[in-house]
C-alpha cells in the first residue's frame, strides 16, 4: 500500500485548472520528482498535499488517513519545506529546532540532525536566523522538515541557495533517509541534481500529470544519440539521414540517433573516407526527457 | 492545545521579546510618578501611573504581530501544516494575545502599587475615588475598561491583520482606536446625524464603553444616545462579529 496516495484531486483559480485529475503515489522509502515547468501546477499540488490548500475533488490519503484541507491529523509524521524556509528571525537555530520539536513526542535529536544538515552547533546554532545566508537558511528549513521524524518529506527547491558542496550533502543526506524508509516527494529545477536522487518521476504540465515512471522507464523517452566532430560534418549528415537515422548539425557536431549501434555508425561513416575526430554517446538526460515529454504534451499528442 | 500554547510562548517571549514589553509596563508608572511631581496623586494611582495607555499599544501591537509575523517569515506554512486545526491554532493565538493583556495589567499593577508606596503613600484605596465606588473598586472598572476595549480593538486588528496580512495598517486602526478618541468622535457624530439608526455604529458603541463606568449611565446615554444595557450588548455582538469574521478568513486563507 502506497503511503502517499493522491487520487484525481482538482482546484480552479477562477477559469484556471490548478489542479486537473491529479493522481500520483508515493511509496515508503521512494524518492519522487514531481517535475514541470513553472506555473504547471508542483507547489499547488504540494500544498495540496500538506493541508495548505483546499481541493474541489478527489482524495488525499497519507499513511492511512485521510488529509483535507480541514482535516490535519495525518500531517503529524510529514515534514515539508515549501517555496523557502519559514524562519523566525529572532530565534537562532537551535531554538528553531526546540520550537518545531514541540509539536512531537519522538523528536529527532537535535545534535545528529544539526550535524546531518550542517548547522554547526558552535556557530549557527547560537546566532539568530536573521543573520543566516540563504543557504544556511535553506538548511535549517531541511532540519525543521526532518524534526518530527517524518515517515515523509515533502521538499520544494530545495537545492536553492546551498553551494555544490551543500547540493551534494544534501542528496547524500536524502538517499541515507530513504534508504531507513523515509520517502521524499522533491520538485526542482535543478534537473540534473534530481536526477542523481530520485527513483521516479511525475511529470505535470498545465495542472495534469501528463506522465508517471520510474526513471528508467522516463529514459526511454530519450533516445540513445551519438555526437560526432568530423572531417566533412556536412556530408555526415547527410549520410546518416541516407541510411534512415535522425541527424542534425547541432553547434560545430554531428548528432546522430536511430542506429542499432554504435558500429553501424562508425562503419559508415568510415566507409564514405569520413575522417571522425572524436564521438560521445549520450543517453538518459532528465531535462532532454523532460522536453520531449512536454513538447509532445503541448502538441497534444 | 496545550502544546500550541507552549510554542506561542515560547515565540513570544523570544521572537518578540515579551519580557520587555513587560518590564517597560512595570516601568511606567515609576518612571511617570518619579519624573513628573505633578503626578504623584491617587488620580495617577487609579490610572495605573498613566499606563494605560501603553498597556493599550503594547497589547495591539503584540496582536497584530502575532498573526501578520507569521504570513510575513512564511512560518504560517509549516504552522498550519501539522496536525493541529485552523481553529485550534487561531484560539491559540486568541488565548496567547488575552493572557499577554492580563500580564501586561499586573506588570503596570505592581508598578503601581511600588509608586504608590515609595511617591503616594498617604493616597488610601478605602476613601471614595469616584463615580463607582472607592480606589480598589476604581481601580477594578480601569482594567474592567482597558479589557473589555483592547478586545474590541483586538479584535478589528485581527480583523484587519487576516485581511491584509500586513501588521501596519492594523497597528494604524489600533493606534487610532486607542488615542484617536476625537477622530472617532467626530466620525461618529456625523454618522448619528446623517441618520439616528447610526448610533449603533462601532465607533459610538466602543465611545459608549470606554465611559462605562467613569460616568452615570444618564451621561453616556445623553452623549451617545444609547443606554448602558445597550452599549453592552451592541458591544458583546461587535465583539462576536469581529473576531467571528476574522476566523472565518483565517480558516479559508489558503497559504
Aim: aromatic letters at 8%; charged letters at 15%.
Amino acid at each position: 500500500m502506497a503511503l502517499l496516495e493522491v487520487k484525481n484531486i482538482d482546484k480552479n483559480f477562477g477559469k484556471k485548472k490548478a489542479m486537473d485529475n491529479i493522481s500520483f503515489t508515493v511509496n515508503a522509502g521512494h524518492i519522487v520528482g514531481l517535475i514541470g515547468p513553472n506555473g504547471a501546477g508542483k507547489s499547488t499540488t504540494m500544498r495540496a498535499v500538506t493541508g495548505l490548500m483546499s481541493y474541489s475533488s478527489g482524495s488525499i490519503n497519507f499513511d492511512g488517513q485521510s488529509v483535507t484541507f480541514n482535516n490535519h491529523q495525518a500531517l503529524d509524521r510529514m515534514g515539508n519545506l515549501i517555496e523557502y524556509p519559514s524562519i523566525y528571525p529572532n530565534l537562532t537555530a537551535l531554538e528553531h529546532l526546540k520550537l518545531y520539536a514541540m509539536d512531537t513526542k519522538q523528536p529527532a535529536d537535535f545534535k545528529e540532525l544539526m550535524q546531518k544538515t550542517q548547522i554547526d552547533g558552535d556557530n549557527f546554532g547560537k546566532r539568530k536566523a536573521k543573520n543566516f545566508s540563504l543557504g544556511m537558511k535553506q538548511r535549517l528549513g531541511i532540519a525543521i522538515a526532518l524534526i518530527r521524524n517524518p515517515k515523509l518529506v515533502i521538499l520544494d527547491e530545495p537545492m536553492n541557495g546551498l553551494d555544490p558542496q551543500s547540493v551534494h550533502d544534501l542528496r547524500g543526506l536524502i538517499r541515507s533517509l530513504a534508504d531507513e524508509g523515509v520517502a521524499f516527494l522533491i520538485s526542482s529545477h535543478l534537473l540534473d541534481e534530481l536526477q542523481k536522487l530520485v527513483d521516479d518521476v511525475v511529470i505535470i504540465n498545465h495542472g495534469k500529470i501528463i506522465e508517471t515512471a520510474t526513471m528508467t522507464e522516463f529514459f526511454s523517452h530519450d533516445k540513445v544519440r551519438w555526437t560526432l566532430a568530423t572531417s566533412n560534418n556536412a556530408a555526415a549528415v547527410q549520410l546518416s539521414k541516407s541510411n534512415g537515422w535522425d541527424a542534425t548539425l547541432d553547434e560545430g557536431y554531428v548528432q546522430v540517433s536511430g542506429a542499432e549501434n554504435l558500429q553501424q555508425v562508425i562503419t559508415a561513416i568510415n566507409g564514405a573516407d569520413i575522417q571522425i575526430q572524436s564521438l560521445n554517446t549520450v543517453t538518459g538526460n532528465l531535462e532532454k526527457s523532460l522536453l520531449d515529454v512536454l513538447a509532445s504534451d503541448d502538441k497534444g499528442e | 492545545m496545550l502544546t500550541l500554547m507552549k510554542q506561542e510562548y515560547y515565540k513570544v517571549f523570544k521572537q518578540n521579546r515579551l519580557a520587555i514589553w513587560l518590564v517597560i509596563s512595570f516601568l511606567f508608572p515609576l518612571i511617570i510618578m518619579g519624573v513628573f511631581k505633578s503626578q504623584r496623586n491617587g488620580d495617577t494611582i487609579l490610572a495605573f501611573g498613566q499606563g494605560a495607555i501603553y498597556i493599550y499599544m503594547a497589547g495591539i501591537i503584540i496582536t497584530a504581530l502575532t498573526v501578520s509575523q507569521e504570513f510575513a517569515f512564511g512560518t504560517i506554512r509549516p504552522l498550519l501544516s501539522r496536525r493541529f486545526s485552523r481553529g485550534m491554532v487561531f484560539a491559540s493565538k486568541l488565548v496567547l494575545n488575552f493572557s499577554i493583556y492580563i500580564m501586561l495589567i499586573v506588570a503596570a499593577f505592581i508598578g503601581t502599587m511600588i509608586s504608590k508606596i515609595i511617591f503616594v503613600p498617604k493616597f488610601n484605596f478605602a476613601d471614595k475615588a469616584g463615580y463607582a465606588g472607592n480606589g480598589w473598586q476604581m481601580m477594578g472598572m480601569q482594567v474592567f475598561n482597558i479589557l473589555a476595549g483592547m478586545i474590541f480593538v483586538a479584535g478589528l486588528v485581527l480583523l484587519v491583520t487576516n485581511l491584509v496580512k500586513s501588521s501596519g495598517a492594523a497597528i494604524g486602526m489600533g493606534v487610532v482606536m486607542t488615542i484617536g478618541t476625537p477622530i472617532i468622535s467626530s466620525i461618529s457624530a456625523v454618522l448619528i446625524q446623517s441618520a439616528p439608526i447610526l448610533k449603533w455604529n462601532p465607533f459610538n458603541v466602543y465611545l459608549g464603553m470606554n465611559m462605562y463606568g467613569s460616568i452615570s449611565s444618564s451621561a453616556i446615554k445623553e452623549m451617545i444616545k444609547l443606554s448602558s444595557n445597550e452599549v453592552i450588548i451592541a458591544y458583546l455582538v461587535y465583539i462576536v462579529l469581529l473576531y467571528g469574521i476574522a476566523y472565518l478568513i483565517f480558516k479559508k486563507r489558503s497559504v
